[in-house]
């Protein structure tokens, strides 16, 4: 099966997660994806919660899977040399260093332009280029704070809370590759690379999107019909935090299932769709809240939505959570159990469809990671695993054209 991205050359000049999540997407669909690395350390997530001794730890191997690595110091004449063929024959550049890095390397968008007129520089920062913060050095919970997402996440009568899903990073990652293949289409059309920048901020606010429309929806009309806090709560000038409330129309709770007591997952997520009120009443036993007006509509549910609530999880009580999502997938309710890790690791579905994958490596032996979400019908993504601290030096030096003497020299000289 070829693989649409064959052909694209990339220097992974990436770390941490937001670049490598990009790159490592566009690997899998079939670029050829050189991560840059210093020689001796490489990515800091080689090493960062380890659970082997010695060996690359989890955070790595599950963000640079099918790349190469070469170990290169860019700070020295050598490999500033090398890294200057590189950009010569290469499609695209992908950075997230902090501000300002590249360019004191000496690598700014005019060098790199000059370089190769036809290369993409994609770069992945905290804020956007002229932001009043745009200086920051930024990581995933800095982002979240600042793009909207702490302050609407979590209880009302709690802190702003953090998402464990990485709006942040991987999120901004996803938002870098789109950004890179428009680019690589707009080369097509120009024959010109251009520069491609994602702040983090950014790419969470728009996936925020929703609570700035809550935001105008509160300075017009001062309440949010679907938020817990109305009809019986306050409202101030600021969407709040709505605790596991539905974020669009739709009225939905986390609600406890049989278990709940000892497992700290027995819930599942409950939605009160419009016009699934009729099957819900049904599943539930209670065919007379159908055409009481106090529940007929949703309205007039809103007030007493909590009560409705508990009522559920009181026919929920002698339920699991598969259980009950059994039966209520039979009425066409929107629902789902609260999945652990643990059951997601194991799960024989996203096993078969490749969204979870065991890949061998090297030195741990085999690890699961997340494969990919994107499903095609002409491409099965094969996830490899990662590469280790400088494995493909030799090999991308001789591609280069550097003789195996050149190649010992720049070893010598700790340039690789
Ligand atoms: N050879 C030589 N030098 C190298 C190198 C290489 N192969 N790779 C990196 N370096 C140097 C950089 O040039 C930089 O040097 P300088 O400070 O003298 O200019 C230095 O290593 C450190 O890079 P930096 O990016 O500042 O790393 P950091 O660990 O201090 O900061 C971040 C990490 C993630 C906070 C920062 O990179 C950042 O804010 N990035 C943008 C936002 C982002 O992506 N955040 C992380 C999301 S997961």
Redesign the pocket.
């Known amino acids: 099966m070829s693989k649409p991205l064959e052909g694209i050359k990339i220097i992974d000049f990436t770390h941490?997660?937001?670049?490598p999540a990009c790159t490592q997407l566009l690997a899998w669909f079939g670029a050829d994806v050189i991560k840059?690395?210093?020689p001796g350390s490489g990515d800091?997530t080689r090493s960062q919660l380890r659970d082997i001794p010695d060996a690359d730890a989890l955070y790595f191997t599950m963000l640079n899977s099918n790349k190469r690595s070469l170990t290169?110091?860019?700070?020295t004449p050598e490999?500033k040399e090398v890294l200057e063929k590189l950009v010569k024959e290469s499609d695209v550049l992908v950075e997230?260093?902090?501000p300002g890095?590249l360019d004191?390397?000496g690598f700014t968008w005019e060098r790199l332009n000059e370089l190769n007129p036809k290369l993409i520089v994609a770069s992945?920062?905290?804020f956007s280029d002229g932001h009043h913060y745009d200086d920051l050095?930024?990581?995933?919970n800095v982002a979240q704070c600042a793009g909207g997402a702490a302050s609407t996440t979590g209880f009302w009568d709690g802190p702003p809370t953090v998402s464990a899903a990485a709006l942040g990073?991987s999120n901004t990652g996803m938002h870098l590759a789109i950004g890179i293949l428009t680019a690589l289409i707009g080369r097509g059309q120009t024959g010109r690379g251009q520069k491609v920048a994602v702040s983090?901020q950014d790419s969470v606010i728009n996936l925020c999107r929703v609570k700035l429309r809550d935001q105008q929806r509160l300075d017009r009309v001062g309440y949010l019909e679907e938020y817990p806090q109305y009809p019986h709560g306050e409202f101030t000038d600021v969407v709040p935090r709505g605790g596991n409330a539905g974020g669009g129309g739709q009225p939905g709770w986390v609600l406890k299932c049989k278990g709940w007591e000892t497992d700290p997952n027995a819930y599942i997520y409950f939605t009160i769709q419009g016009h699934a009120w009729e099957p819900i009443c049904r599943a539930l036993g209670k065919p007379e809240w159908i055409s009481d007006p106090n529940y007929a509509t949703a309205q007039a549910r809103q007030p007493h939505i909590f009560d409705i609530f508990a009522t559920i999880e009181e026919w929920l009580a002698d339920k699991t959570k598969y259980e009950a999502v059994d039966i209520l997938r039979k009425f066409d309710i929107p629902c789902a159990p609260v999945l652990s890790m643990k059951e997601i690791a194991n799960d024989p579905s996203l096993r078969a469809s490749g969204t979870i994958v065991e890949v061998p490596h090297k030195e741990r032996g085999s690890y699961l990671t997340v494969g990919s979400p994107i499903k095609f019908s002409g491409l099965k993504p094969e996830i490899t695993g990662s590469p280790l601290l400088g494995e493909h030096t030799d090999e991308i030096l001789a591609e280069l054209g550097y003789s195996k003497d050149q190649i010992a020299h720049l070893h010598a000289a700790r340039s690789v």
């Open positions: 941490v997660q937001a670049g840059v690395e210093r800091v290169l110091d860019t700070k490999g997230n260093f902090a890095a004191r390397m992945v920062k905290g050095k930024v990581y995933e990073d983090m």
